[in-house]
């Protein structure tokens, strides 16, 4: 285990469904200053090509992941943890069940943008294969902060 990071949490990790967006709105109004709006999670939770996901810690939801399957690429669109339960592994649990979910449906590609400033996330991400190529200039439209691209291929090394 990384020096500081708490133990995994022992969450439950199942598909998203409408009546978790109440926690899951709150949990993005939390977090994001420009969040989703509920029509945009209903969107890609009615999406053919999408994997919506949710991590449950006693009976509440505490972190999802949206992604969407694009032309044999998966695009990770969103993980999100709620803000006290950081650092607990949840949006790495998250990530290993859409790796898991993607291989059933043998794509092993994936791509994201993440905020420049968000460290903790992009640590995570190299740790589970994904590398940077490239910047999106004033990619969020709350403050214009750059967005880092980054890919994975292949099957994640054991985190």
Do not use: K
């Not at 990530?95 to 979910?101: G, N, V």
């Amino acid at each position: 285990m990384t020096a500081g990071r708490r133990p995994r949490a022992d969450v439950a990790v199942r598909e998203m469904t409408p009546t978790d967006l109440e926690e899951v709105l709150a949990i993005e109004r939390a977090t994001y200053p420009a969040p989703w709006s509920r029509s945009m999670f209903l969107g890609e939770l009615l999406s053919l090509g999408a994997v919506a996901i949710v991590a449950e810690d006693g009976g509440r939801v505490v972190g999802y992941l949206l992604a969407s399957d694009q032309a044999g690429v998966w695009h990770v669109l969103n993980v999100t943890v709620h803000p006290g339960r950081r650092g607990e592994g949840i949006g790495e649990r998250l990530m290993l069940e859409l790796f898991a979910r993607a291989d059933e449906r043998g794509h092993q590609v994936y791509t994201l943008e993440v905020r420049v400033s968000n460290e903790r996330a992009i640590r995570l991400y190299e740790r589970l294969g994904f590398a940077r190529c490239g910047i999106r200039p004033r990619y969020y439209s709350d403050n214009g902060e750059d967005a880092l691209i980054m890919s994975r291929s292949g099957r994640p090394e054991a985190a």
